[in-house]
């Protein structure tokens, strides 16, 4: 009988055909899905062509998923040269699941389109060219960040070598108060653990609290774990899980999968219990993840702009919750809305309140809305939507605010939930969310 594992160690152990991994060991990794985008793309391509040969064949093209989204609606020449070099090569491989940007197969941001599109199965090991990867441990698989050179192999083997990271595990139980999200949930994380807390951890997210949020927030919680250093974060798949994969895994043949769940008595090297009845809204402040504050302690705060979007903040959830404060009412400064995938642009017409579509509160409250994609959230070319081109201060439901991240390098950017981020947008400073919803 092999010792208690934890939900990492078994998903770890599955894909490399053991009965069990210990913490810290090296082992090598069948890998079940490989993304990659318009950034690392060309020079994942580029080093799988150098070492494989100049007509290698990846190793699965099923299970190569390219998805252009950063930046995308640019002048740029680099930038569309970028998403020239990925449209080449998803034809030289016949890739089939290759999202364009200009055809109706453009999805947007990597993270949120993967699952809508039936790439995430609990038990898996999913690893992308980008570090917000660890998003998909919403779906109870081991999801993380690599580098181009570590792409470029799995490209040509489907094989990886990984240290199995140890276990932290945060706890949540009771059910969100209206006036919290998950990002307040983990923005009080990274405070209190700071951006190195998890470093080369894994991140494992339970308890009631955790199980009573949908899918979506599952993701924003998930999603963050790299902003503490974890090597993934991830939640075990429950019959929410189960529901979302079931049906969206239709587009991708109705793979089967492996749900795991931590054993009773695993080792965690660090425990942490939270009542999410007693947090308050929680903000990052300008320039890093851990500079927490709650609300209430920096209320009043001019700004100069408000960003909604991106994969951690740019989904129907986020959405319907600042609608939800923006219905009805004008907005003081600068607001921009950014849907993170297309089918999220569409729920923006489809979605109501009161009768009244999300795309319409938005535009009456005087937000401008953008096409879906990273947009700002990574600064990008200066003609990108929303992006910080001045030194000002922008407070924003994306993931990082170190200094240059959404544009300008003397900009300030404070992150927080959609409530908060909505709620201030309305009054032109830091505003507590409390005071606008029930
Ligand atoms: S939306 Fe932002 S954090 Fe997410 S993948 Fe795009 S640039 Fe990265």
């Not at 250093?229 to 079931?246: E, S």
């Not at 404060?325 to 993170?340: Q, S």
């Amino acid at each position: 009988m092999p010792a208690p594992m934890t939900l990492t160690e078994k998903i770890l152990a599955k894909a490399a055909g053991r009965d069990a991994v210990a913490p810290n060991e090296n082992i090598w990794v069948n890998v079940d899905v490989l993304m990659t985008h318009d950034v690392c793309g060309p020079g994942t391509i580029g080093i799988f062509k150098k070492h494989f040969g100049a007509n290698a064949k990846v190793w699965d093209r099923e299970n190569v998923v390219i998805i252009p989204d950063h930046y995308i609606f640019t002048k740029d020449a680099m930038a569309n040269r970028n998403v020239d070099v990925l449209r080449e090569f998803a034809k030289e491989q016949d890739l089939p699941y290759f999202y364009d940007v200009g055809t109706d197969r453009y999805k947007g941001v990597c993270h949120i389109a993967l699952p809508e599109e039936g790439h995430t199965r609990p038990g898996e090991i999913l690893l992308g060219t980008d570090s917000h990867t660890c998003t998909a441990g919403a779906f109870g698989q081991f999801a993380t960040g690599i580098g181009n050179t570590d792409a470029g192999f799995v490209m040509g083997t489907g094989k990886t070598w990984l240290k199995v990271p140890p276990t932290m595990r945060f706890v949540f139980h009771g059910n969100l108060p209206p006036y919290l999200m998950a990002k307040d949930l983990i923005l009080a994380v990274i405070g209190d653990i700071g951006v190195d807390g998890a470093t080369y951890r894994a991140m494992e997210f339970d308890g009631d609290g955790v199980f009573a949020l949908n899918i979506e927030e599952r993701m924003t919680l998930c999603n963050m774990a790299i902003e503490a250093g974890g090597k993934n974060g991830l939640i075990p798949a429950d019959a929410v899980t189960r529901k979302y994969v079931d049906e969206r895994g239709k587009k991708t043949g109705s793979k089967p999968y492996t749900v795991f769940t931590p054993d009773a008595g695993a080792k965690y090297m660090f425990e942490k219990v939270y009542d999410v009845t007693k947090l308050e809204p929680v903000v990052a402040k300008p320039h890093s993840p851990d500079n927490k504050a709650f609300v209430s302690e920096v209320k009043g705060t001019k700004l100069d702009r408000a960003y909604i979007g991106s994969c951690t903040g740019g989904k129907m959830t986020d959405f319907r919750a600042a609608a939800g404060i923006l219905n009805g009412k004008a907005v003081k400064i600068d607001t921009f809305v950014v849907p993170a995938t297309t089918e999220v642009a569409a729920g923006l017409d489809t979605e109501m309140i009161g009768g009244k579509s999300l795309r319409s509160i938005f535009l009456n409250a005087g937000a401008k809305i953008g096409d879906a994609s990273c947009a700002a959230c990574l600064g990008g070319p200066s003609d990108t939507f929303g992006r910080l081109n001045t030194p000002i201060s922008c407070i924003s439901t994306t993931n990082r605010n170190f200094p240059g991240r959404m544009g300008h390098k003397e900009a300030k950017v404070f992150l927080a939930s959609p409530l908060t981020v909505a709620a201030s947008a309305l009054t032109g400073v830091i505003e507590d969310p409390r005071n606008h919803v029930g």
